[in-house]
């Protein structure tokens, strides 16, 4: 192979393995023959501030998605992968190595890493940007916003209203049944989901429950304006409304900034706002509602956990409502 260089190194967290990072390891073996690639240690992403970091998938998990690229694209075996403990890692330590690779957002960290590289006597590394990668909306692609539910691996965003919009009647047999597991009980459930990012509730009789079993969700979608409630949403019967998607993501950012238990009164109906909760809740959220009987089985209550296929399949499933 005739490269440019014999060694770089490049380096992040890797977390949901999205295509900026897969433009990143491609420009890292497109100038080098061998590249060192670190990864955040879980040790260091609970020691740094960042959004939902107890739902940042494991090391070992982050080590396999890049593994799975590096064979994909037919580079593994050029690799050398080590954990990062510190913002330096190992290329402050390897004097072989002749350049860092970065993205526009990170090169002040490469620019660190030289700094100390010179304080231990060493040589300068070059400083190479990768191509800037956007999503959809043209923003810069990242881990972030996917944990947050707002975008998808490659960018594209989850839809969000920008009208009122009425059930077709060709969906309205197809969601009667559940769209999760299915649970008998509310303590089941409780004991089975443990590591969520927030509990959603939908519905007053589910909500009640709940409270009777001290569980009170982190959100909770009402019809009964009786009860206390923090946010107003109006929601006719059969439609999912641009101002019931204006007021979820408005309560959503609340909660995750103020870890306040929050309550959505929604003046009409609030069947339909599983949608919306999956469309804008972050990943690893749990979205519960009441199911009714359906020919033999029992009512009972329906477990969603919001990931990027759900997300995907209610984005499809709105996307067929009528204008």
């Not at 077709?168 to 004991?191: A, C, M, V, W």
């Not at 999956?278 to 477990?303: E, F, H, M, N, T």
């Amino acid at each position: 192979m005739n490269k440019k260089y014999s060694l770089v190194a490049t380096g992040g967290t890797f977390d949901r393995f999205h295509r900026g990072h897969e433009a990143l390891l491609t420009k890292a073996f497109e100038v080098s023959n061998r590249v060192i690639i670190g990864i955040t240690s879980d040790e260091m992403v609970k020691r740094e501030k960042r959004v939902l970091k107890d739902h940042v998938l494991p090391y070992n998990k982050r080590v396999v998605d890049v593994k799975k690229f590096l064979k994909l694209q037919g580079w593994l075996g050029r690799e050398v992968i080590a954990p990062l403990n510190n913002v330096y890692g190992p290329t402050v330590l390897e004097n072989p190595v002749e350049a860092i690779v970065c993205t526009r957002e990170t090169r002040f960290g490469a620019t660190a890493i030289n700094r100390a590289r010179v304080e231990k006597g060493l040589q300068k590394a070059d400083i190479i940007e990768s191509k800037f990668i956007v999503s959809q909306d043209k923003r810069h692609i990242s881990s972030t916003r996917i944990r947050l539910g707002e975008e998808d691996r490659q960018g594209f965003l989850f839809k969000v209203a920008a009208n009122d919009k009425k059930l077709p009647q060709k969906l309205r047999d197809s969601l009667h049944f559940p769209i999760g597991d299915f649970y008998t009980n509310l303590e089941s459930i409780l004991s089975k989901y443990s590591h969520t990012t927030m509990i959603i509730s939908v519905g007053d009789f589910l909500y009640q429950s709940m409270l009777k079993a001290y569980n009170k969700p982190n959100l909770a979608f009402i019809d009964n304006k009786n009860d206390h409630f923090d946010y107003q949403a109006k929601n006719p019967a059969g439609r999912v409304t641009k101002n019931l998607f204006t007021v979820t993501k408005k309560a959503i950012k609340d909660y995750l900034s103020n870890k306040k238990n929050l309550v959505i009164y929604v003046n009409g109906e609030e069947d339909l706002t599983v949608l919306p909760a999956i469309l804008l809740s972050p990943l690893d959220s749990l979205i519960l509602y009441g199911q009714p009987a359906i020919d033999s089985q029992k009512s009972g209550i329906v477990a969603v956990v919001v990931s990027e296929e759900k997300k995907k399949w209610a984005s499809d499933i709105y996307n067929q409502f009528d204008i």
